[in-house]
T-cell receptor, first 112, second 116 residues
Framework: DAKTTQPPSMDCAEGRAANLPCNHS???????VYWYRQIHSQGPQYIIH???NNETNEMASLIITEDRKSSTLILPHATLRDTAVYYC?????????????FGQGTILTVHP | DSGVTQTPKHLITATGQRVTLRCSPR?????VYWYQQSLDQGLQFLIQ???????AKGNILERFSAQQFPDLHSELNLSSLELGDSALYFC???????????????FGEGSRLTVL
């Protein structure tokens, strides 16, 4: 699976959009970009995933650049409960499915 | 609530001992995954079972073993415990078949193991 690079920490004001970047310059054509988050020491929570098109669900939007070398997770209206560690993971699935490689992630702090 | 249940939530034991962690996947999920989260190693994949069969191994020590039973619950057995085994152990499940391309994992709340 391709390696990902994320900033170690970010801040966001409550009610504003949080934009979390991720670099995955060695991503292969069959690899998906997944985002999970972990609030305090709870179990990781799936947020969204995509291959090459932008994706949106009730939690967030995922913007993947045309060359697929980077992506941005957008939380449109961040709340205090969105304070968590956000992990960007690239995986091909198949025999690797479920064998997620979690890096250090980005610690997002949402402040009032 | 992810629907994945892990017990016990907390466990304190001594070095050299053996413990068993239990996981009940979401109803209908055939795949179970075990992850370890320690302060120095972060979240690491240990092992996967699909419908009772081992499907993939990660960085799992030989002192650790797991199995998935016919009712699909899984147990992770940790033996000859060392101080460094202190960690959060997460179980996850998915509905996707082994070898699927996409799909989310649902994680339990974890079992916190402290080895003294």
């Amino acid at each position: 699976d391709a390696k990902t690079t994320q900033p170690p920490s970010m801040d966001c004001a409550e009610g504003r959009a949080a934009n979390l970047p991720c670099n995955h310059s060695t991503i292969s054509g069959n690899e998906y970009v997944y985002w999970y988050r972990q609030i305090h020491s709870q179990g990781p929570q799936y947020i969204i995933h995509g291959l090459k098109n932008n994706e949106t669900n009730e939690m967030a939007s995922l913007i993947i650049t045309e060359d697929r070398k980077s992506s941005t997770l957008i939380l449109p209206h961040a709340t205090l409960r969105d304070t968590a560690v956000y992990y960007c993971i690239v995986t091909a699935g198949g025999t690797s499915y479920g064998k997620l490689t979690f890096g250090q992630g980005t610690i997002l702090t949402v402040h009032p | 609530d992810s629907g994945v249940t892990q017990t016990p939530k907390h466990l304190i034991t001594a070095t050299g001992q053996r413990v068993t962690l239990r996981c009940s996947p979401r109803s209908g999920d055939l795949s179970v995954y075990w992850y370890q989260q320690s302060l120095d190693q972060g979240l690491q994949f240990l092992i996967q079972y699909y419908n009772g069969e081992e499907r993939a191994k990660g960085n799992i020590l030989e002192r650790f073993s797991a199995q998935q039973f016919p009712d699909l619950h899984s147990e992770l057995n940790l033996s000859s415990l060392e101080l460094g085994d202190s960690a959060l152990y997460f179980c996850a499940s998915s509905v996707a078949k082994s070898g699927s391309t996409t799909g989310e994992l649902f994680f339990g709340e974890g079992s916190r193991l402290t080895v003294l």
